[in-house]
């Protein structure tokens, strides 16, 4: 990748862009390593790995809860401020036979939750809950450490959230930062990996199926990850998965024991037909492929590698070297995602680096306007993984050898 790119547009004017974001990917770069795999299990072979409840003090998905609000007091309350509370029913996945009461007394800045569903807001002394602002807004606030009771298809769970409650218009709003997940750990093909489910209660459906799965070295299991910061430890979940050149069949059961509750995970292995996909990019961290057979996961995968044959749609892609991390943004409608993948015939996949700065420079009336993308091997749009936005980059405008203007880029 070039630090500095040039381009000439229609009016004749040369830009410069003198750009930080994304360089070091052309330093001292090595292709990305295969990965060496033991021999594949025989087809049926089953691991199956015990999850734990666990809760972090981060979240990985943030989502909006929703709630109905009602215009009467409910049978029980403590002393509110009637002037300034607002009542309802938080209702996670929109199912009304999920619903939790609560009263928000905005004055007072406290929330109360009727966490035993007996509408009695006043025997529930864990389901009080003061908001984290000390200074607290009436139209804004947050409540931490909140166990949310849900019933799921695969249970009845208990979810660490932080609440954000907003009243700024007609009706008020929540969004909610999920803080627990279950997680263990597998050994596959001879590496210990740390294997989680984030349930997600905010969908309708088998949260299970919408949900997440949590795949990545043990060695790394206490860092933070985040369901959409591109990261890719944790990706939808597939009940049919290929990871380490290998094919499972996933399985994930519930198990109760009075109060508590373990999920088990089952891996058994499966050996499908498998094609070759040549990857011409390069520093590619992980890659997965979704709408095939399989949810195709790559780890550092190599020029050729081995996939179950069909058809599959856009890759989500995380890029890495020199510790500098960037992810692909999806729905991006001028790339062709869609491929096949056969045991005849090699398929390709043009995605990766080296990553190229770039500016496309359109003309509005007397204006001209700078767009700064981060562009891959096959045209695909990337995105810093942490951008530094006290160093945007920069731009330069000559006419000849005349600079005309000069400027930065504002982060949007």
Do not use: H, I, M, R
């Given at each position: 990748m070039s630090s500095a790119l040039k381009e000439i547009t229609r009016c004749g004017v040369v830009f410069l862009g003198a750009f930080l974001f994304g360089a070091s990917f052309m330093v001292n770069a090595a292709p990305g390593a295969g990965t060496t795999a033991a021999a594949n299990p025989q087809s049926g072979q089953v691991q199956t790995v015990q999850l734990e409840y666990g809760e972090v003090g981060y979240s990985f998905i943030n989502q909006g809860l929703s709630l109905v609000t009602r215009s009467t007091p409910f049978?029980?309350?403590?002393?509110?401020d009637s002037s300034k509370v607002i009542r309802g029913t938080f209702q996670p996945g929109g199912s009304a036979s999920n619903s939790i009461a609560f009263a928000w007394d905005r004055a007072a800045g406290k929330l109360y939750l009727d966490l035993n569903r007996n509408l009695d807001l006043t025997d529930d002394p864990a389901g009080v809950f003061a908001c984290r602002e000390q200074n607290h807004s009436r139209y804004y606030q947050t409540f931490t450490n909140v166990h949310l009771p849900c019933k799921t298809l695969s249970g009845n769970r208990e979810l660490l959230m932080d609440l954000n409650l907003y009243n700024y218009g007609s009706r008020p709003d929540c969004t909610a930062a999920l803080r627990s997940f279950w997680q263990g750990r597998v050994t596959l093909q001879g590496a210990d990996w740390q294997a989680g489910i984030v349930e997600n209660p905010f969908d309708k459906?088998?949260?299970l199926d919408r949900g997440y799965l949590l795949l990545r070295p043990?060695?790394?299991r206490n860092k933070p990850f985040n369901t959409s910061s591109g990261s890719l430890d944790a990706f939808p979940f597939s009940r049919k998965l290929f990871v380490q050149n290998q094919a499972y069949q996933?399985?994930?059961t519930n198990?109760?024991?009075?109060d508590s509750s373990k999920l088990r995970l089952q891996f058994t292995a499966q050996q499908p037909a498998l094609g070759e996909l040549k990857i011409t990019g390069k520093f590619i961290q992980r890659l997965v492929l979704s709408g095939g057979p399989y949810l195709v996961v790559l780890d550092q995968p190599a020029a050729g590698v081995k996939v179950p044959t069909g058809s599959y749609i856009h890759p989500d892609i995380l890029l890495e070297q020199n510790g500098t991390e960037a992810f692909c943004k999806?729905?991006?409608?001028q790339i062709r995602w869609r491929f096949s993948v056969d045991e005849k015939t090699q398929a390709v996949l043009n995605v990766g680096g080296p990553l190229t700065n770039t500016v496309i420079v359109s003309r509005h009336g007397k204006d001209l306007r700078l767009d700064y993308q981060l562009v891959g091997a096959g045209r695909e749009i990337y995105q810093l993984a942490n951008q530094n936005r006290s160093q945007p980059p920069e731009f330069a405008a000559y006419q000849g050898d005349r600079k005309i203007a000069s400027g930065k880029?504002?982060?949007g």
């Open positions: 049978t029980k309350e403590p002393a509110l459906s088998n949260p043990w060695a790394e996933l399985d994930c198990e109760s024991q009075g999806p729905g991006q409608p880029f504002a982060y």
